[in-house]
């Protein structure tokens, strides 16, 4: 009859096999490997010298401090041979309003939208001389610089409506207005917490004179009369969060040949904010990810008996869970950083293979215990594996909230 102590040991030395202790090694040098290979790569953004600098006088300077982002735009299609001492001394205004009828299109992977609407421009009489003489038109003059077809420009987006020559009105004041159509490039996108995904609409007004320049010329908001239409969040499949209008000052680091260094222009942004609906991210993309992990779950419910199915679930599991990513990041473009999603699905992966490991020791566990000859220990041994399958459900639970959490507060 086998002795207890030779069934303890039989039992120890199947867990202790040198190609165990080899595997785990080798394991651990290679992700020590990977890590050195990945830190090594040093791949950083390069800035370039164009920014953004929300000016002192806009209304919406507290809110939209913290919204700064650098934009660029193409160099101008041609340079006007024209007196600039005439207009270094004179700094002319216009107020420019819009108003967006309805934003469509959205197309993150671009990224790009179409809009269509009206926009109005408000001027005195020194920039009103300045473009009979030079025979230009407000409307071509003040072009959105984010178009996505650039050589098009102003001369097909906009359209004057009514008259095609300015109205001069009561207060001395000449007005002119304009509808506008085209497809926009979307420059400031975050989907750091996708899918709670939020973005930002721009259509950004410019001069297009290189000799209107900051100096010369400030584009003022028209904040009363600006806003959005009815149609503003239809057939988007976005939620409309309201809108923004502000002054910045546009700094190229280039003088465009002009030989007189780096330019600053006055830049109007209208930006119609919107955001992914919450509820429908939770059932469509959070449900079907939970319920998958459930099956993780749950697989140690199982009788142990039906060890080889307990080991397919993982695999199983790990199928559905590239299925499930590759689907849901089809609607968005690629990006240098990971998502709230991609962490979430990071997580997921971690613990299937956990689970899979796991399934793996119990397995071997569950067969080298029956073959022990002492009921006793047998008995306990298989109580032990009982306890860990127990345990695995609230541990996995337990790990996936914390690793969630902290994916949402460092995301």
């Not at 750091?192 to 900051?214: C, G, K, N, Q």
């Not at 010369?216 to 009369?225: E, Y």
């Not at 990971?338 to 992966?349: G, K």
Request: proline share 5%; aromatic share 12%; with cysteine.
């Amino acid at each position: 009859m086998t002795q207890p102590g030779a069934d303890r040991k039989r039992l120890r030395r199947s867990y202790q096999k040198p190609w165990n202790s080899a595997a785990l090694i080798l394991a651990l040098l290679s992700i020590l490997l990977l890590a050195l290979a990945v830190f090594s790569v040093d791949n950083r953004a390069k800035g370039t010298g164009d920014y953004l600098e929300l000016t002192a006088s806009s209304p919406l300077s507290r809110q939209a401090r913290g919204d700064l982002l650098n934009r660029g735009r193409l160099p101008k299609k041609e340079v006007l041979e024209l007196d600039r001492q005439q207009l270094k001394d004179t700094q002319m205004k216009v107020s420019v309003g819009i108003y967006a009828m309805n934003n469509y299109g959205i197309d993150p992977q671009v990224p790009s939208f179409d809009s269509t609407g009206y926009m109005w421009f408000k001027w005195g009489d020194e920039l009103q001389q300045y473009l009979v003489k030079t025979g230009l038109d407000i409307w071509k003059v003040m072009a959105p610089v984010n178009l996505l077809d650039i050589p098009q420009s102003a001369d097909t987006v906009m359209v004057p409506t009514g008259t095609d020559k300015p109205i001069k009105m009561k207060d001395g004041t000449w007005y002119q207005t304009v509808a506008y159509k085209g497809k926009f490039f979307i420059d400031r996108k975050d989907f750091r917490r996708h899918p709670f995904t939020r973005l930002s609409l721009p259509i950004m007004i410019e001069a297009d004179d290189i000799l209107l320049s900051y100096g010369n010329l400030r584009i003022v908001p028209d904040l009363q009369g600006s806003g959005i239409g009815q149609y503003i969040d239809t057939n988007t499949g976005w939620i409309n969060l309201g809108w923004s209008m502000a002054e910045y000052k546009h700094h190229y680091d280039t003088d465009f040949g002009f030989g007189e260094g780096a330019s600053d222009y006055s830049q109007l942004v209208f930006d119609v904010r919107y955001a992914s609906d919450p509820w429908s991210a939770f059932w469509k993309i959070l449900i079907p990810l939970a319920t998958v992990m459930a099956m993780v779950v749950g697989a140690t419910k199982m009788d142990p008996v039906q060890w080889e199915v307990r080991l397919t679930m993982p695999v199983t599991v790990l199928l559905t869970l590239v299925f499930l990513q590759q689907s849901q990041d089809s609607g968005i473009p690629k990006l240098p950083y990971l998502t709230f999603l991609d962490e979430i699905y990071v997580v997921s992966y971690t613990i299937t293979l956990g689970s899979f490991l796991l399934m793996l020791w119990g397995c071997r566990r569950y067969y080298s215990a029956l073959a022990l000859e002492d009921p006793v220990l047998q008995k306990r041994e298989l109580a032990r594996l009982d306890r860990s399958d127990d345990y695995w459900p609230a541990a996995v639970i337990l790990a996936g909230m914390i690793s969630v959490t902290i994916c949402w507060f460092t995301n």
